[in-house]
C-alpha cells in the first residue's frame, strides 16, 4: 500500500536549521511527484514544495525559496527537506504526499492535492521558538 513515514522534525531556535526526511513506499518513486506540505496550528495544510524524482525538477512557494531545499534518493525511495533560517512562522506539521502521477510540479497541482489526496503520514512536528 501507498505509504509515508516522515522524520525529523523537533524544537529549534529563530535562524536554525532541520533536514526532514520522507520515506517513501508502495508506488513507482521514480515517476510520481512528492510534495510537502505543512499545517501550522489552527491552519489549514499548505503545500509548499514539491520535486519530479526523475528529473530532479523542483518547485518552491514564495514563502520557503531560498531557504529550504528539497531533494530525493531515488535508490532509496527517500525524500528530504533541509530547513534553513527558520523563523516562528514555520512552526507547523510537516507531511509529504505524492501528486498524481501525470501532474508536474506547480503551484495549481500541489493547491489540488492539499484537499485531495487520498494518503498521508503522521507528520513530524517543527516548533521554532526562542
Known amino acids: 500500500e501507498v505509504q509515508f513515514v516522515e522524520s525529523g522534525g523537533g524544537l529549534v531556535q529563530p535562524g536554525g536549521s532541520l533536514r526532514l526526511s520522507c520515506q517513501a513506499s508502495g508506488f513507482d518513486f521514480d515517476n510520481v511527484p512528492i510534495a510537502w506540505f505543512r499545517q501550522a496550528p489552527g491552519k489549514e495544510r499548505e503545500g509548499f514544495s514539491c520535486i519530479q524524482p526523475r528529473d530532479q525538477l523542483t518547485y518552491y512557494g514564495d514563502s520557503v525559496k531560498v531557504r529550504f531545499t528539497i531533494s530525493s534518493d531515488n535508490a532509496r525511495k527517500m525524500v528530504y527537506l533541509q530547513l534553513n533560517s527558520l523563523k516562528p512562522a514555520d512552526t507547523a506539521v510537516y507531511y509529504c504526499?505524492?501528486?498524481?502521477?501525470?501532474?508536474?510540479?506547480?503551484?495549481?497541482?500541489?493547491?489540488?492535492?492539499?484537499?485531495?489526496?487520498?494518503?498521508w503520514g503522521q507528520g513530524t512536528r517543527v516548533t521554532v521558538s526562542s
Open positions: 504526499a505524492a501528486l498524481l502521477s501525470f501532474f508536474d510540479c506547480t503551484k495549481q497541482s500541489i493547491k489540488y492535492m492539499e484537499k485531495h489526496s487520498a494518503y
